[in-house]
């Protein structure tokens, strides 16, 4: 009964999500391009001999990776620091706390265009102003060991709202009796926040974790609009590079090996942080 | 006395929640805070507590002054409703969190933690969670809390409400073992009368934010200052009937009796507990609910009386109770 029941919504991911993955495992062993007249023909491990060789990919593995665990770490110190804020009580609160979701409202290509235009040399606001200030041109979306910080700094700007709104939540789910006892046991607010309030958040920024890693690690449209994977090739990412293989290159079969890599690395990671944790004893507080 | 509120005054927003409050408890005694939900009875505590602030009036434990002492330096025992346990740590640890943070050496702490839990009956329970453990057994552990707490005060806000009526039986003794009539004076904040009567040395009823009347039980029972407490105050309810000439009159249902004698009504309901029975009647003065002997015979048509003497009288447009001078303790 139970699986009859849960049929539907079984059938919806083995259509949506089991389907599209299997097709994309069996394209990986087969050459599908302009050579072969964009018919797949078997190749054995071809594709995955050429990926292990690849540098470029694992170049871009590498930007990838980086881009996902700098931009999710800052997003989440920031949105802590923020649904902390946005859970006191003060004045205007509720307008504040609208606002602050606006950006993620934003869809990500309008909003990388507005930031393209921004940094734009030599006509953008921040180039003007570092002008008049005499610092000369930053140049920002055109040296390699500052455009990615730039991507960084746009993602930042559009998810950390998300992470605040699942932490605020959070907050709001702690019992105000829990923080009225914990004074009473003569616990300072500063104490408060370690013993009672992180350990309780935990759940919730995990969630978050999972949520934002899995999207950072799939970044596309983001720095498809903002630098083009440039300059230099120092802000392509995995998916971005499994696009020009297949639309630019039309090599269909060697960009679903690279999708498949690049989900691959990602569950590799995501288990491996998470038995870190285990490791560590951070779990403990889920096992209820 | 040692817990002492002068003149409390507090309001949130446009509700004036405390008007001019006065309490004063002595030491080991227990006084109950009754009222509807609203009536200002939880606030009073929280200020007690120091979770709140009043707008204006004097808070005294021993003498001291404690309005602007922050909650945690208070020195008060309290148990909620909810129980307030963290539910990320295990018994042991709830209990060992507050005593770690007031200082210590761990060998005392783990002494008393176990001499607590032992009191409790709660050994076997030490390395569960909150969320492993019964109602009762959770409630256990916050009284655990409270009295490591070795407080000034014991504040209990509803404490029993969140269990049933079997578990509150049980506990009643328990509380009373451990925490009424020691040296700390108690406050306990109840909605239900049978709990205040069982447990407290005397019963503040409050109703919007004013004590309406307080006294110990038998005081409140025997001669209520108003229709808001003689409806509050025993079970079944004190029938009240319809005002006549500005009176209205109060009648116990175990007053009542069925006498051959009396004025004729008819039975609406009977409910039948075994020791005794409950009758709702209609008669010429109204409806009344009337409490006799579980073997009593009842008549389809039975009358009834009651002595002049039992009638409390109350004017009708205050509620107020009025001097009589039939009833000879007045």
Redo the contacts between chains.
Sequence with gaps: MTMLLAAPALLLIAVVFGWPMLRYAWLSFHADSVLTGLEPVANGGANWLRLAADQRFWLDAGQTARFALISVSLELLLALAIALLLHQRWRGRGAVRALTLLPWALPTTMMALGWRWIFNTPYGPIEVLARSLGLGSLDLLSTPSITWLVTVFADVWKTTPFITLILLAGLQSI?E??Y?????????PL?ALR??TL??LLPYILLSLLFRLAQAFGVFDLVQVLTGGGPAGSTESIALYAYLNGMRFLDFGYSATVMLAGFLLLTAMILAGTLLLKSVGLLR?LD? | MTLQLRAINKRFGERQVLHQLDLDVANGECVALLGASGCGKSTAL?LI???DHPDQGSIRINGAEMVDV?????R???V?Q?Y?????LNVWDNLE??LR??GGSAATRDERIRGVLEVLQLSGQARL?P?QLSGGQRQRVALA?ALL?DPLVYLLDEPMSNLDAQLREDLRPQLRRLMIGGEQPVVYVTHDQQEAMALADRIAVMREGRIEQIGTPRELYLQPASTYVAQFIGRPQMNLLPARDGVITGIRPDDLRLDPAGSPCTILSREWFGANQMLLVRCDRGDLRLVCPGETAIEAEPRISWPGTCEHRFDAVSGRRLPSDRLPSD
């Design positions: 019992p009796d829990l009225s006892a914990f004074r009473l046991e003569g616990g300072t104490q013993r009672v350990p309780l507080p209820r | 929280r507590a120091g979770l922050p909650a945690e330096r208070r008060v025992g309290m909620f909810s307030a346990l963290f539910p990320h969190l507050g943070m007031r969670r969320s809390r707490r």
